[in-house]
């Protein structure tokens, strides 16, 4: 892996268990690739080999500002298929992961539940999903559930401006609270964001079925790795192949996707997350 100048090798650092519950041998490598950016790539072999990337971003910090996939249009479905890292570029972002769940079409992809982006309406709340993470305009992070008088298919619980809204599969942290693990104890690949109590985003992603490298993560395991850097609210997005996090930190700016995405390519997805960083000397 490329390393930033300001790169810290903590080693084989002793942390937490990502159960909670015993010690555990952890390899972190620390930088801040960009003004108010914290970047962590850790690799544990216990409970077993897992290979994980926490980015976490000040909302706090100017210039910074989310962007997710919009709608296409004219075109088959409701958005296009597009890699994580071909987002990344088109949209100018710094960092990207992929989001929502979605139906892959013969041309474009129709979004499994709720999505806004940049305050249009992309997708409606659908049947399965009901926990979604809304970003406005402000950077405000509000984590909310669609609401059980529901007409218009964009109704949520609390109420709020829907401007960038991802649904995810499964609340992962409320309040502080890891919440129970959904869909049994199956380890894979995963993609998460969480929210600090001081205005941070974290944008996780873990590795998976790749024995001897990275075996995958349960949503509890996640939860309690987000939980230590910080997050009092946090969901699941789409995991599995999807799975992708994406970083523009080199010199010429060219996106680089930071994890191994477990189809061995990128999968082109129908919704993903950016954070832009425009620094008030317009650098980028």
Request: charged share 20%.
């Amino acid at each position: 892996m490329k390393k930033n100048l300001n790169a810290v090798i903590l080693g084989a650092a002793v942390s937490l268990s990502l159960l909670g519950c015993s010690a555990l041998p952890a390899a972190d490598t620390e930088s801040m690739p960009f003004p108010g950016v914290r970047y962590v790539h850790r690799h544990t072999t216990e409970p077993r080999e897992i290979d994980m990337h926490i980015v976490i971003v000040d909302l706090n910090q100017p210039g910074v500002r989310i962007v997710t996939t919009g709608p296409n249009g004219d075109r088959p479905g409701e958005t296009d298929l597009e890699t994580t890292r071909a987002f990344v570029k088109r949209s100018k972002a710094q960092i990207g992961i992929n989001s929502g769940f979605f139906d892959r079409l013969p041309e474009g992809a129709d979004l499994c539940s709720l999505a806004v982006s940049d305050g249009a309406k992309v997708s409606d709340w659908g049947t399965w999903i009901k926990d979604a993470i809304n970003i406005g305009a402000d950077n405000a992070v509000t984590f909310v559930t669609r609401a059980k008088d529901d007409t218009t298919g964009y109704m949520t619980t609390p109420k709020v401006d829907l401007y960038n809204a991802m649904a995810g599969n499964a609340r992962l942290i409320r309040d502080g609270v890891v919440l129970p693990g959904k869909g049994g104890e199956a380890t894979y690949p995963q993609t998460a964001v969480g929210h600090t109590a001081d205005y941070r985003l974290i944008l996780f992603v873990s590795d998976g079925r790749q024995p001897g490298f990275s075996a995958g993560m349960t949503y509890e395991e996640s939860a309690t790795v987000l939980k230590e850097f910080g997050a009092v609210d946090a969901i699941a997005f789409d995991g599995g192949g999807s799975a992708t996090m994406v970083m523009a930190d080199g010199k010429d700016g060219e996106p680089r996707v930071l994890n191994r995405p477990s189809d061995g390519k990128e999968r082109a997805v129908g919704n993903n997350l950016g954070v832009l960083i425009r620094p008030p000397t317009g650098l980028f």
